[in-house]
């Protein structure tokens, strides 16, 4: 499975609400995340609800954070502070066990 | 609320008919509401319908946050009701938010929070000035998310941050096994609870509306039937009325001048309520057309229900006994609507009579027969609707006549349950005897009213209906009026007696006064001769005395014996001397 190019490039927005634990988690979860798996090749916004209202209301978030995958297609959605890596890399098509420190450990 | 008083819960009318009497005015002003019953129960459509109330009759603006349905969805559903939707959205008075949440579209990576849909909620709300929201049907995010954990307390934050914006909700649940809602969002919304129920018997359904709870206010505790009619849901309550309508002692003719002298000075009561009952083809169906035509008559407009025959048919079988309906109904001030009862449900039968009431406002209304009803539902429907039909025509002060065709001589349960309801219960039937099949009428119960105890005969004319006496039989069938020609006759007989007596004593009077006349004449007459006697002793003995007198002489001068008395010697004297 070797995407194409162009359909390769991530277009990711990660909304949070205010400053809070979960906030600051998300973020840092989903910066770490995309550091390590899609260096070079997403483009991540972070949306504060509270500061673009108008942006929650056209893209039906319910939760915060919610995470959407706009490309690849298909659109994702994904809900919590992306604590759980491994669902979080599945969710986005992503290979789950890169280097393989599970099998080690 | 600051602004509320002890004791008294601030409400907000739904503006929904009949529910805001259910509820003692409306839901809890500023709390949440569950509204929660099976799919298809009309939750949805409750619910759109307390924020377009609110929107056209109080002025609050509302959301209406779809989980369901699409706006567009939504919109069209509603529209049959006459909601306009997209003038409300386009006047900024309402916003109708489609939050899709179809499952598996989410992917939980951890912990989270509703805060979107809050913030989402809480900018439709100030985008319009929000006083009302519903949330329609907040469980299908239990669909969404898989962890119910987070989700409960979620929703217990969302309820209560609904609570603190002062916002009257709607939330609408899907009825589960065992509990109200599917997930028991119920612990959540603890205030005022409605639920809904659609059930269907004999092939009739019926929608009804129960209060489970309400907390701090009466309400009231009954299943009421409620419809989803062409103007939106309307719920029915048995007893909203409470008898306290107005009574009035102004009389309504029948249209048969000795029915109305039966009921005494002049007919029925304005508002009250007629039972005719009798078997078949006992002109029943007739009385009830000329109670019409006489109202006709006076110039007022009356409204008859015929579950049997066609307007048409009324009209012609109606005139061949010289009761004219048409020019009533040209006229505008007589209406017919004829259906079979099974064409509407009960409750659907008691709205359609109810809108019909309002927009003809009749003063009376006829019901022919109301025994078929029976068909419709069981004696106890038939009697709850009856008895919501009867108070709803009281309130109004509409006088109603139902008949009731009974198969037998025995009334039926239904008409049983009917009398109680009815103000004046009138009974025709048939007698057979001689070789004729007559009919006759009485009045059985007339409450209020001296009326009579005879039984009349009840004779079809080629105009109209007569009432004539009836003939007393040797069987003494009509023991009422026997007694009365008897009452009569001892009644004169005691009147003679009491005048001869009286004679009597006049004519001892007169001859007591003639014997004392009489004696007193016999006195007089006595006394008389007894003066005339004096009279003459007096002068008699004054001259027997001249004669002792005069014989003493002469007896001296012959020398006679003087030792004889004088009157012997006077009557001896008389004998002798002779004259």
């Known amino acids: 499975m070797s995407p194409a190019p162009g359909e390769d490039r991530y277009e990711l927005t990660l909304f949070v609400s205010g400053a809070s634990d979960l906030s600051a988690r998300a973020i840092a979860n989903a910066r770490q995340l995309c550091e390590s798996h899609l260096h070079g090749r997403y483009h991540l916004a972070v949306v504060d609800v509270h500061e673009d209202p108008a942006a929650v209301l056209s893209s039906q978030v319910l939760a915060a954070p919610t995470l959407i995958k706009h490309r690849p297609l298909p659109v994702r959605r994904l809900v919590g502070d992306l604590s759980h890596t491994d669902k979080v890399l599945l969710a986005l098509d992503l290979p789950v066990a890169t280097p393989a420190p599970r099998a080690v450990g | 609320m600051i602004s509320a008083r002890m004791g008294e819960l601030p409400k907000a009318p739904t503006g929904i008919s009949g529910l805001d009497e259910v509820t003692g005015g409306g839901l809890p002003r500023g709390r949440p509401t569950l509204v929660c019953g099976p799919a298809g129960c009309g939750k949805t459509l409750l619910a759109m319908e307390f924020l377009v109330r609110g929107i056209t009759e109080f002025d609050e603006p509302g959301v209406f946050v779809a989980f369901e349905e699409s706006a567009a969805d939504l919109v069209a559903n509603v529209a049959s009701l006459g909601f306009d939707l997209a003038r409300y959205e ?115 359904s019926t929608r009804r509306l129960r209060i489970l709870k309400y907390r701090g206010s009466l309400h009231g505790t009954n299943e009421y039937p409620f419809l989803i009619g062409e103007s939106g849901v309307s719920v029915l309550p048995v007893t909203s009325h409470g008898l306290r309508h107005d009574v009035s002692s102004e009389r ?31 002109g029943k169906s007739t009385l009830a057309a000329q109670f019409c035509d006489a109202t006709c008559r006076r110039g007022e407009r009356a409204l008859y229900f015929a579950f049997e025959e066609s307007q048409a048919e009324i009209i012609r079988n109606m005139s061949s006994v010289g009761i004219h309906l048409k020019p009533w109904v040209d006229a505008g001030l007589l209406q017919f609507h004829c259906f079979r009862p099974s064409l509407l449900g009960l409750e659907a039968h008691l709205f359609a009579m109810q809108k019909s009431v309002g927009e003809f406002d009749p003063s009376v209304v006829v019901k022919d027969p109301v025994s078929d009803l029976l068909r419709v539902g069981s004696d106890a429907d038939v009697s709850a609707m009856l008895t919501r039909q009867v108070d709803f025509l009281k309130t109004r002060g509409v006088t109603a006549l139902f008949t009731s065709l009974n198969s037998a001589v025995q009334p039926t349960m239904a008409d049983q349950h009917i009398a109680s309801l009815v103000d004046t219960w009138i009974l025709v039937k048939t007698m057979e005897g001689n070789g004729e099949h007559n009919r006759v009428v009485y009045v059985l119960k007339s409450r209020g009213m001296a009326h009579s105890n005879q039984i009349r005969e009840f004779l079809l004319t080629g105009q109209g209906i007569e009432l004539a006496d009836v003939y007393v039989g040797p069987q003494g069938v009509l023991t009422g009026s026997a007694r009365q020609a008897q009452e009569a006759q001892e009644l004169s007989d005691g009147t003679a007696r009491l005048e001869d007596l009286a004679q009597r004593r006049v004519n001892l009077e007169r001859r007591r006064e003639g014997v004392e006349a009489q004696t007193a004449a016999l006195w007089r007459e006595f006394e008389d001769e007894a003066d005339s006697v004096r009279r003459l002793l007096s002068h008699d003995s004054t001259g027997v005395d001249d004669r002792a007198g005069q014989r003493a002489e002469q007896g001296r001068l012959r020398r006679a014996d003087v030792a004889e008395p004088a009157y012997a010697a006077h009557g001896r004297d008389s004998d002798v001397g002779g004259s």
Do not use: P
């Open chain 2, 90 to 204: 386009a006047d900024g008075q309402l916003i109708v938010d489609h939050i899709s949440v179809a499952g598996g579209e989410l992917e939980e990576t951890g912990d989270w929070d509703l805060d979107g849909l809050l913030l989402r909620l809480g900018a439709a709300i100030d985008t319009v000035g929000a006083k009302r929201v519903v949330l329609d049907t907040i469980e299908t995010l239990f669909g969404a998310f898989s962890n119910t954990a987070v989700l409960r307390a979620e929703l217990r934050r969302l309820f209560g941050w609904l609570k603190d914006r002062g916002v009257t909700a709607v939330i609408t649940g899907e009825r589960g096994d065992g509990s109200l809602t599917r997930y028991g969002i119920e612990e959540y919304v603890s205030d005022c609870v409605i639920v809904l129920d659609h059930r269907v018997t004999e092939q009739t």
């Open chain 2, 252 to 282: 309504v003719s029948t249209g048969v001048d000795r029915l109305d002298a039966m009921l005494g000075d002049g007919g029925v009561y304005k508002g009250s309520t007629v039972l005719v009952t009798g078997t078949a083809g006992t």
